[in-house]
């Protein structure tokens, strides 16, 4: 049976708050026997990286450019694109369910992948969303990273 896949999406400048929270929901993946994928470069990705590798999980990075040498130092598997921005799609539509930990605009194009291919997102200091331009859809807020986990998970 193949493993559960996880999308953690952030930005690739953060503030020490989200690099921690980032790092402990990295943990959590690992922990829960599940698989992280993320954009594989720094910043939330590079934290949630670090924090599945010390807990002994698979990070895969799904890199914008040519090289997997972009990926940040704990992706076990780099899988290199070359498509920019683009692979935002790749990133919110490999995992069961999306977290979004804080981010900017790359963060929010993300958000509205997943979304509209039905994936859960679940928010810990992201995006607020209007719901009726959202067409209903909603980001779930989490209280922890552990909860967060387990809401994508339960789904």
Same mark, same amino acid.
């Given at each position: ?14 503030? *020490?708050?989200?690099?921690?929270? *980032?790092?402990?929901? &990295?943990?959590?993946? %690992?922990? %829960? &026997? ?27 990075? @799904? ?18 694109? &070359? ?12 995992? *069961? ?5 804080? &981010? ?6 993300? @958000? %509205?992948? %997943? ?18 331009? *959202? ?21």
């Amino acid at each position: 049976m193949p493993r559960v896949l996880i999308s953690v999406i952030g930005g690739a400048d953060c503030s *020490a708050a989200e690099a921690a929270v *980032a790092e402990q929901v &990295g943990a959590e993946i %690992a922990r %829960a &026997g599940a698989v992280l994928v993320t954009g594989g470069l720094s910043g939330v990705m590079e934290a949630v990286s670090r924090g599945a590798h010390k807990a002994g999980g698979l990070v895969v990075g @799904i890199l914008p450019g040519g090289s997997a040498r972009d990926a940040n130092r704990y992706v076990d598997v780099p899988v290199v694109t &070359g498509l920019g921005d683009a692979r935002n799609v790749i990133v919110a539509g490999s995992g *069961a369910g999306v977290i979004a930990i804080g &981010g900017s605009l790359g963060t929010l194009t993300e @958000i %509205a992948f %997943a979304l509209k291919r039905g994936i859960p997102v679940v928010g810990l200091g992201t995006w607020e969303l209007d719901r009726v331009r *959202a067409g209903g859809a909603e980001i779930i807020r989490a209280d922890t990273p552990k909860q967060a986990v387990e809401i994508i998970l339960k789904r």
